[in-house]
């Protein structure tokens, strides 16, 4: 029976020796939370690191037994592992890289090794249990490794991977000197998730600029499968922050802060120990707040929790200095004899005690430098069940995207924080309730079950797409099916893009000239008194008569404009055709020409070509997308039509098309073979016109009419040659 395994770099609970027993404790994290649903069921399994202490090899069987009834399978890591990969380069390089604090980033080769090391231990664990039919769950950037060594295991199983911290723009990722190997590793997965757009579409980025690869869209192609990258937005376990509110414990202690700090307003902060927090600035806004306005002495209060994490580590631990002497200076300045503006622990709580903060704080404050969701904002929300408080949230956390309603902040700007304290702090009732309101909706749907089902959907769907693809591309079954449609047929007719499908590309546009093996093919399709050939390209009519003079064949060129049998002497135009618009819009493309270097205008018969095959990675692109929303506007009711190809943007009329060419070239002719093959956007007018029984196939993509695809015009040649072979 098909089974999940979720794979993380910790299991959901600790395994902890107390008296020489082993004890487990479960954690209190929302992955855990939300993923219990799964691991638990069934034959399901969890598979990670089972705690920060080490377990010897003698005490291994005796912890496996114990969370084998959990269905929990643990990887066991030495102390030189937790060391290397995980203090080392998970979070001494992936996570300040990531975080984008790149300064305290360290490129230890030992890190990288033991990363590589580490990640292929959990990789043995997994194939020990997985079967065909599996579908794994791999979690967090202390496995990016994974997807790609289970893929290279199992071809066909279905593999997710879900990244809980920002992606960094490009610019950052590349610093890392192992970027194409973390790439790589990543996209053996079937979906790739991220929190955010902005992250999957960095990491969009980082994977066409870094590998040899494609993308279209959210779908990235690596050796013939397709990879889907998606935001998916992690929620809580919402209606348990509600029930907590009614909880005896969590009353009684809510009574207890109500006595304490009486009529004070109180503002809570509740962080693990990291750099990427904000932690000093949001103490720094707190004491500008003390500074400006006095009047807020002695009924204003800062409940501040941070959780111990890696004070070991030299920054972390400077860290922890710097909040004990800020928090000190605060409260010394400001203290009165009964009142105390900063009430600071440097510890962990029960969740019943932050339930209790939640539910008596008058305004959450949740500014980190970046973080990839932050789940303290969503857990303030849920527990606000009387629809009042204030969230204040940092526009670098993920959160930010959903949660519109809160005070957002740029977590560097003091003044902002301050001035948005303020804002809270007098916010009408009214006001509160209504975007308190909309986020609990937002929170309360949106939830841990929500996510895990959403992605999980899309995993499902992913693969089905991929299968479907794969039965799309032309492998050997597929090629021997063409093979006897055209050995079986009296009168065939090929149609046959030039630029992209019978030769490569090329950054300069008159070095794509035929090779003398294209030369060859050609004459021996030609020979075949049961073939008629058909170029059918954008270029310039002139220079494929230069190119193809004494070959039989027929020549379509500029998408349609002009058509020459091969026993023909002169080209036939497409007749009430003018080029009258051409200066209007040369002057167009002029103008983006100057703006940028490499680009170039080409000119033929009845229509206009601006070339930025030669600018550079992004520029083109970016003064692509302008060109054509100018020229939108510019052709409107003038008969004309913009198409964008592979590095070009042609304008021409609109009567010029490619598929009514190929098809007026068919009237009359009754083909029993039909094959049509073509790179870019022009030619999907012909897949479109094509009989239902022509085969179609686009070159270097599978977003496309035809029915079948192949990834570079070196499978169209190798099928052009067994087709000239197959009689």
Known sequence: MAKKIIVSNRLPVKAVKKKNKFVFTSSEGGLATGLGSIYTQENNIWIGWPGLEVIENYEQKEVSEKLKE????????SQEEINQYYEGFSNEVLWPVFHYMPTYAKYKQSYWDYYYKVNLKFKEAIIQIAEPG????????????????????FQNISIGFFQHIPFPSYELFRLIPWRAELLEGMLGADLIGFHTFDDAHHFTIAATRIL?????????????????????????????FEMLTSNDEVILQINNLRKNFQQAKIVVSIDRLDYSKGILQRLLAFELLLQLYPGYIEKIVLYMIVVPSRDTVPQYKKLHDDIDKLVGNINATFRTMNWHPVQYFYRSFPIET???????????????????????????????????????????AGASKELIDALVVNPNNIGAITSALVEALHMPLTEQQRRMKQMRQLVSKFNIDHWVKLFMT????????????LTRHING?????????????GKRVLYLDYDGTLVGFKTNIDMAFP????????????????????????????????????????????????????????????????NKWKPEIQSILDIYTDRTPGSF??????????HYRKVAEGLGELRANELVNTLRYIIEGKGLQVLQGNKVIEIKNIEVNKGKAALSRMQNNEYDFILAVGDDQTDEDIFKAMPPEAVTIKVGSQISAANHYVRSYHYVRQLLKQLATTN
């Open 70 to 77: 959990l269905n929990l399978l643990p990887v066991f890591l």
């Open 134 to 153: 599996d579908t794994i769950w791999i979690h967090d950037y202390q496995l990016l490794l994974l997807p790609a060594m289970l893929r290279s295991e």
């Open 212 to 240: 040899p690869i494609q993308s279209s869209s959210n779908l990235i192609t690596i050796n013939d499968r397709s990879v889907v990258v998606e935001s998916f937005p992690m929620g809580i376990d919402s209606k348990k």
């Open 354 to 396: 932050l339930s209790a903060l939640y539910n008596v704080a008058d305004v959450c404050l949740v500014t980190p430098m970046r973080d990839g969701m932050n789940l303290v904002c969503k857990e303030y929300v849920a527990s606000r069940v009387k629809n009042d408080g204030v969230l204040i949230l940092s526009e670098m």
């Open 458 to 469: 899309r995993l499902l769907e992913a693969k089905q797409q991929q299968q479907s693809s």
């Open 477 to 489: 079954e597929v090629l021997d099916r063409i093979k006897t449609l055209y050995n079986q047929a």
């Open 515 to 578: 090779d003398q093996e294209l030369y060859d093919l050609l004459h021996k399709l030609s020979a075949d008194p049961a073939n008629n050939i058909v170029i059918i390209s954008g270029r310039n009519h002139k220079t494929l008569e230069e190119w193809f003079k004494g070959i039989r064949l027929d020549l379509i060129a500029e998408h349609g404009v002009w058509q020459k049998r091969h026993h023909e002497q002169q080209w036939q135009s497409i007749p009430g055709i003018n």
């Open 601 to 610: 205008v080409e000119e033929k018969s009845f229509s206009l070509v601006w």
